[in-house]
């Protein structure tokens, strides 16, 4: 192959000018080329021809379909280039990502991708097998940029990325990194989000609004938050991106983000602290290394303002797609290059620098301060190029060790859990929620765990175990990834002194999944005896392709849609107990302890049929459905119900609106992703719809997820945004609620947005930590015990006592004039905390974590914690959908019932059976 030389170049342009019919592409001028140029060149296309501007140019973005059309037209005229589709997006793109090496490598690619399999799965390798592979194989690396979209320098770097290694593969540097090299290349990792961005931006180019951020989130559900998905794989992108990686296994993760901390220029690993506890130390190494390396190519290259570690950027929260994978023994790491906003220029003085950085002081892990000067789009992409190429580098020359070090990592894991605890996880198939356990299992399949299943009743530990109760055995090679999802985190208190501030999380201090989920999960202390390892069966279902019609629910038990999890073939095989219906009769009764109830509920709303409940018994009631129907639900959704010949005469109707603001809430994108996955009907409605006001002849429920106050009564201040968007509900907006809830409604408002509806609609209740400072109060993202009043209509079917997940949540002190409930407290003394962390435990100390507030002839549902956060807390979202449905007949018949305070235990009522049958 040779690359295309001047002469060649200009024939190329000339062509280009002298066919001006818009039909004929970039394409079309390749193939006529054939029959100018000489029979083994290969012209490469410059994606500056091919798109018609300057990639990284001021003012510029190409979109992702852009991006798409010249990476076909590279595929079309290298042999080193070439597209696989990875899948779909949620909007429905198509999605590709791109090979780039030698033709040699590429014609061998499924040779390469069996050894690298066989590295990273290495229990039956020797280490001279091992040491065999590594030397032949290849090092595959990963690069991507454009996961957040708004951060747009990774997607435009990834286009002249591409044509540099590709157009100069001949040079000595080049053709020694793709003799050893393969690359995954993803021209977005947020293709939705790409076009989203870039073309809200070139629609207000030249205009006063250039630099407004999008009044929508650039996902279709929860926008920034697709990097704290990974191990939960609740969005289809999460489930691409996981199953690509399982299918590759790549040797390097490099995911480009944006922004470095300010005045610096790039930041690279090594992370700040504190990181993961379960990280491998072999590969932390690695990606230190790696880091040091890119650092070093960016001074050679004269690229100042790299920076490491730091106060900001630390590695212990495992959802992030670009860290995850370290436990997974993949060196995986994120880099973050300054940015200003889009596209558009702007020039920094040494006045708008902070005052600890402004004296340019070299610092050792910041050995080249950035001076100021302009800082362009183009500045940013140069950046991300240099950085992507020296992890190529780094990866041709240190190939065989990369490869080595994923066995040795692997295999010192498989090690390490056959000699100390926890030697296994047991899952017991009947819970509470029996489909709980298969929700948390078939994630942790999905990102490669290996589970198995008893084929006898087993006696452990104290412990009986039936048979078909899961088994997590933890000699394996992905066993810290289990431990690090299972275990109780102890986030570390790093202070300087004393009484000096809090290094804060970056992200979740604490995420323990079964506690979220409301799993049981028993570690076992100590080795398993053979009788054990002798019942356990591994878990293997049959796997379903990829591009399955995702419209098709394949494994309706599991919330997620389409082809789910089960494209995994372990994913596959778990499945719940089959779900039993009892009794006789017309009316189907469901608990709501079992999330899937809620679904049921969903299609009998869409469908219109009637819906009750017993508040006695906390059940709700399906009538007017066919017998086949409510067997199908049964079977579907894997639910214990029963069938009577009554029904409550407590109706269940509620329509619900969702108040979405143009800031583009994540929290309130997770409700809607929940809301839309349980079938759960429902109005978005924006700021003017509720200053149009009529709420109540709409409307019985309104729900606000988290929002800071000052977001909703303002919104985007005028001037910031396009007139259309500008704005809140102070004033008006602040009227119509309070005649909305005056009048009967029930408004429900999460975690953040809490004190809104306190402060607005003057209600008796505190924030009894809202004036405290971090030093004094702070449980950063953490999960705490609280009791329930589950006689409650909200609190219906919770345990009485129960874990919920609070990120900056307020705590709740009732005041004198207070009428309505306690739905859950913290205890009278003692710390809260399950895990993660909290300062300040004495400041909730027999406080409210939810309280119902009856406000004139309506009622006001406050959570002081976030029931949906993320898709993780599954042992709360019956509350939310509880209170969604907490209007009209339910309010009026609790109205009369012994109601429970913040300083009583609940009262539970024993009802017979006569008693049941009067009360249906």
């Known amino acids: 192959m040779k690359s295309f030389d001047k002469s060649i170049l200009s024939k190329y342009k000339k062509l280009k000018a002298a066919f001006t019919h818009p039909v004929l592409t970039s394409i079309s001028i390749l193939f006529i080329l054939v029959f100018i140029l000489p029979s083994n060149a290969q012209v490469i ?13 001021d003012f510029h973005l190409a979109t992702y379909e852009q991006s798409i059309n010249y990476f076909k037209t590279l595929d079309a005229a290298s042999d080193m280039v070439e597209m696989r589709y990875a899948g779909k997006t949620s909007e429905g793109r198509e999605w590709q990502y791109v090979l780039i ?23 039956n390798l020797t280490r001279e097998m091992a040491k065999t592979l590594a030397k032949e194989g290849k090092a595959i690396v990963d690069i991507s940029g454009g996961l957040h979209a708004s ?8 286009i002249t990325l591409a044509y540099e290694l590709v157009s100069n593969a001949k040079t000595e540097k080049y053709e020694a990194i793709f003799e050893d090299v393969i690359l995954i290349l993803w021209p977005s990792l947020n293709p939705d989000g790409q076009d989203i961005i870039a073309n809200w931006y070139l629609s207000n180019v030249g205009t006063p609004y250039e630099t407004a951020p999008t009044p929508w989130l650039y996902q279709k559900y929860v926008g920034h938050d697709n990097n704290r998905d990974a191990y939960m794989l609740n969005q289809l992108e999460s489930r691409v991106v996981g199953s690509t990686w399982r299918e590759w296994e790549p040797n390097i993760i490099h995911v480009h983000h944006q922004s470095s901390p300010f005045p610096t220029r790039i930041w690279l690993p090594p992370f700040a602290e504190p990181i993961a506890p379960q990280t491998p130390p072999l590969v932390a190494r690695e990606v230190n290394m790696i880091g040091m390396a890119m650092a070093q190519e960016l001074e050679t290259e004269g690229l100042p303002g790299a920076v490491h570690m730091g106060k900001g950027f630390d590695a212990w929260y495992p959802g992030y797609i670009d860290y995850m994978p370290v436990m997974q023994n993949i060196p995986s790491f994120w880099t973050e290059t300054s940015l200003y906003k889009f596209a558009t220029p702007h020039f920094y003085t040494i006045r708008d620098f902070p005052k600890e950085r402004a004296d340019l002081r070299i610092e050792s892990l910041y050995s080249s301060p950035w001076k100021g000067g302009w800082w362009r789009l183009g500045d940013a992409v140069q950046y991300m190029q240099t950085a992507s190429i020296a992890v190529l580098d780094y990866a041709a020359k240190y190939k065989e060790t990369l490869l080595f070090n994923k066995y040795q990592a692997g295999i010192t894991t498989i090690k390490k859990y056959r000699q100390e605890p926890p030697y296994a996880y047991f899952i017991k198939q009947k819970q509470r929620d029996p489909v709980r356990p298969v929700e948390f299992l078939k994630r942790l399949a999905f990102n490669g765990i290996r589970i198995s299943q008893l084929d006898t009743e087993i006696a452990f530990e104290g412990n009986t175990y039936p048979k078909g109760t899961w088994v997590i055995p933890m000699d394996q090679e992905f066993g810290e990834l289990a431990r690090q999802l299972i275990d109780i985190q102890e986030y570390p208190d790093l202070r300087e002194s004393e009484d000096g501030p809090l290094e804060q999380p970056y992200d979740a201090a604490g995420w323990t999944l079964p506690y979220q989920m ?21 878990v293997k279902g049959i796997a379903i392709e990829e591009n399955v019609n995702t419209n098709i629910d394949l494994s309706k038990a ?31 009764v469901i608990d709501p302890k079992e999330n899937n109830s809620f679904r049921i509920i969903g299609d009998a709303m869409n469908q219109n049929l009637a819906i009750g409940y017993n508040p006695k018994k906390q059940t709700y009631a399906i009538s007017n459905a066919s017998r086949s129907q409510m067997q199908k639900w049964v079977k579907d959704y894997a639910v214990n119900a029963r069938l009577t010949s009554s029904r409550p005469r407590t109706k269940v ?20 992703w929940l809301l839309d996955n349980f079938n759960i009907p429902y109005v978005i409605i924006r700021n003017a719809d509720i200053n149009n006001g009529n709420l109540n002849d709409r409307f019985d429920v309104i729900l606000m997820a988290s929002e800071r106050p000052g977001i909703i009564e303002n919104g985007f201040q005028k001037g910031m945004a396009p007139p259309q968007y500008a704005g809140g509900l102070k004033g008006l907006g602040v009227r119509n609620i309070d005649t909305f809830v005056s009048s009967g409604g029930t408004l429900v408002c999460l975690n953040k947005s809490t004190d809104f509806a306190i402060n607005e609609l003057h209600l008796p209740i505190e924030n009894n930590v809202q004036h405290l400072t971090k030093n004094q109060f702070f449980t950063g993202g953490s999960i705490l015990e609280v009791t329930n009043n589950n006689q409650h209509p909200v609190m219906a079917g919770m345990p009485e006592k129960s874990s919920v997940f609070v990120f900056g949540s307020p705590v709740f002190k009732t005041l004198d004039g207070f009428e309505g409930e306690v739905l859950s407290k913290y205890q009278e003394k003692g710390s809260p905390l399950l895990s993660g962390y909290l300062v300040g435990e004495e400041y909730m ?14 009622h006001v549902v406050l959570f002081g914690f976030q029931p949906q956060w993320r898709g993780q807390s599954m042992g709360t979202f019956r509350a939310l959908f509880n209170a969604l449905l907490y209007t009209n007949d339910i309010t009026k018949d609790h109205e009369s019932l012994e109601k429970w305070n913040s300083t009583e235990e609940p009262k539970i009522e024993e009802e017979s059976e006569a008693e049941e049958k009067n009360s249906n």
């Open 45 to 57: 296309p410059n994606p500056n021809e091919v798109i018609g501007f300057e990639i990284g140019s």
């Open 101 to 123: 090496s030698t033709p040699e490598n590429l014609q061998k690619i499924e040779h390469y991708k069996s050894i690298s399999q066989q590295l990273a799965h290495p229990e």
């Open 151 to 158: 951060e747009v320098a990774g997607a435009q770097h990834i």
């Open 518 to 538: 409301e799993v049981e999960v028993v570690a076992a202390m100590s080795p398993l005896p053979e009788i054990i390892s002798s019942s356990l069966v591994p």
């Open 558 to 588: 599991d919330f997620i849609g389409g082809a789910g999890f089960d494209t995994n073939e372990v994913a596959a095989g778990i499945v719940p107990l089959p779900g039993t219906l009892k009794g006789s009769g017309g009316t189907l």
């Open 653 to 672: 109707q509620s329509k619900i609106a969702v108040y979405d603001p143009w800031t583009a809430s994540m929290d309130m994108g997770w409700t809607r």
């Open 845 to 858: 100390n027999n406080k409210a974590a939810a309280v119902d507030v009856r406000y004139k002839n309506g």
